[in-house]
């Protein structure tokens, strides 16, 4: 049985966390992603307070696909250092959970 990850990353604008979330599914990597905001944020950035408002990207994936999907996010992300941090999900129905699996599986396989 695969293990389950949420991943999740912030970016600056609805548009980009929808292009993100789509080229994440379409190339297999996560089975959903989900865009929310706005939020606000607060961080520091080379030494100085900032604040701003972000979207958070939320992707489901599995154990095996989390590495990839982590390379893509970056490779695709307008931040040159964006945060991707990946969360265990600890239960679920099996249902939804096979699920995760077969969406993040080449076709056929």
């Not at 190339?27 to 958070?56: D, F, N």
């Not at 990946?86 to 056929?108: H, M």
Request: glycine share 8%; with cysteine.
């Amino acid at each position: 049985m695969a293990n389950f990850l949420i991943v999740i990353t912030t970016v600056d604008s609805e548009a980009v966390g929808a292009k993100l979330s789509r080229s994440a599914v379409e190339a297999g990597l996560a089975a959903s992603g989900q865009v929310t905001g706005p939020v606000s944020t607060t961080y520091r950035h080379l030494g100085e307070m900032c604040e701003g408002t972000e979207w958070q990207v939320t992707f489901r994936t599995t154990e095996d696909r989390v590495a990839e999907l982590e390379r893509h996010v970056v490779a695709e992300h307008p931040y040159d250092n964006p945060e991707v941090i990946s969360l265990p999900i600890l239960s679920g129905p099996s249902l939804y959970l096979d699920w995760i699996t077969r969406a993040t599986r080449p076709v056929g396989s």
